[in-house]
Structures are given as C-alpha cells and as structure tokens.
C-alpha cells in the first residue's frame, strides 16, 4: 500500500493543474505562504494578459456610449501588477512584471507582505484573473465614468463575472480589476468589438459584434483606422 503522507496532491488553478505545492520537511508538511500562491495565480493571469492584452490592440463601440462615439484599448505592462492587488518592493520592476512573472523571476521577498485587510482584496482578484482569457470575444456591458468607493475609471468593462476598469491615458489602459458585475443602471452593451496586433496600423479583425453594428457617421470618422476588406 502506498504512503499517502508523501503524496503531493494536486489543485484546479484557472483551467490548469499545479502542484499544490506541500512541502515536507523532517516529516512536517507545510503549506505555501499567501504571496507564494498569490504569484501562482498571477503568472496565470499574466500569461492572459500577454496574449490578449499587449499583442493586441482594441476597439470598443456601443450606440449607446454617451461621452464618446468608441474607445481605443492600448494596455501596458505596467499596467498588469494593479489587477493583481500586489505591491511590489522595487517599482521599476512594475514595467517588467509580466515578462519577469512568466520567466518565474518574481519571488515572494520582492512583494511587501499585505495587510489583514488588503488580503481579502487580493482574494477576490486572483480568483478571476483567469477571466482576461479571450475576455474581448464575449458578450460585455460597459460603463462611463465608473466609480466604485475609491475608484473611478474613465470606462469600465463586466462579463457577468469581473468588472475591468481603464483609466484615460490618450487611450484607454486597464487598472483595476473587481470581482461581480456592474450593477449601474448606466451599464450600456457593447456592440462591436474590433481588434489589430500591437504594431499594426488598421484593425482587421472582430472579436465580438459585426461591422454592420457601428453606425455610418461613426464608422465613417474611424475609416482611415480600419482594414474594411478584412472587416466585411
């Protein structure tokens, strides 16, 4: 009969299984500390965010958008370590932090210990960190001018299931993310989602919606943005 004491069990992380990560030592099993699982959740959540986030580019069109007739989406890199929650001893690092996430090159003495309180926080955002995968190809509602106690985004983003929130830099850029949906009643849909890669010039492709979904005055004020033989 095996020892099951010398098992390493396993765990469901977004979609993936991960060692759970007990370690015995002198026979003691030991548990991964809070910021360890933290950055399991987050290299998860980073290796999201790489693929649909920073190689793409993306706009968002609603008929019903009050302040703007779309929004452009440019994420940073930087921009990932506010969805986690995390706070990092060295700010500079911030700028690398997916890159150096992915590359196991973060290591639980590079983040400051949270508070009782801030844990909680931390909680529910590495929970739904897995929701930034393909999160532009689904249906979404949004919301201008988003506030939320201390937060206050230009345009806020919800699937049902996280709400993503974009601060103003020119072009949108994300920077927060809350756990459950928006609850305004100034929530309107999203009808046309379009995308191109980072470096390209025209979008080209739909994530979610149709072309015919942007009206004519619109879609012909955004024309020279966009790749309508690729789009139609």
Not at 80 to 89: Q, R
Not at 94 to 106: S, W
Not at 182 to 189: A, I, N, Q, R, Y
């Amino acid at each position: 009969m095996s020892d099951k004491r010398h098992q390493k069990p396993y765990r469901l992380l977004c979609g993936r299984f991960y060692l759970s990560h007990f370690f015995i030592f002198g026979g003691i099993m030991t548990q991964p500390t809070f910021i360890e699982n933290t950055i399991n959740y987050a290299k998860q959540g980073a290796e999201y965010y790489k693929v649909f986030f920073l190689e793409k580019d993306y706009l968002i069109y609603s008929r019903d958008f009050k302040n703007r007739d779309y929004y452009i989406v440019v994420a940073q890199e930087k921009n990932f370590l506010h969805l986690t929650g995390m706070s990092l001893k060295n700010k500079y690092d911030a700028k690398r932090f997916v890159k150096k996430l992915i590359n196991d090159e973060i290591e639980e003495s590079d983040i400051y210990p949270p508070s009782s309180f801030k844990r909680g926080a931390i909680r529910d955002k590495r929970s739904i960190l897995s929701e930034l995968e393909n999160f532009w190809s689904q249906k979404l509602e949004v919301e201008e001018d988003f506030t939320h106690n201390k937060v206050t985004c230009k345009l806020a983003s919800t699937n049902g299931k996280c709400t993503l929130g974009f601060i103003d830099n020119g072009f949108l850029m994300p920077s927060t993310l809350l756990k459950g949906k928006l609850t305004s009643d100034k929530k309107v849909p999203v009808h046309c989602i379009l995308s191109k890669p980072r470096n390209a010039k025209l979008f080209d492709a739909i994530e979610y919606g149709e072309i015919s979904a942007i009206e004519q005055q619109t879609l012909e004020e955004i024309e020279d943005q966009l790749d309508l033989n690729k789009l139609r």
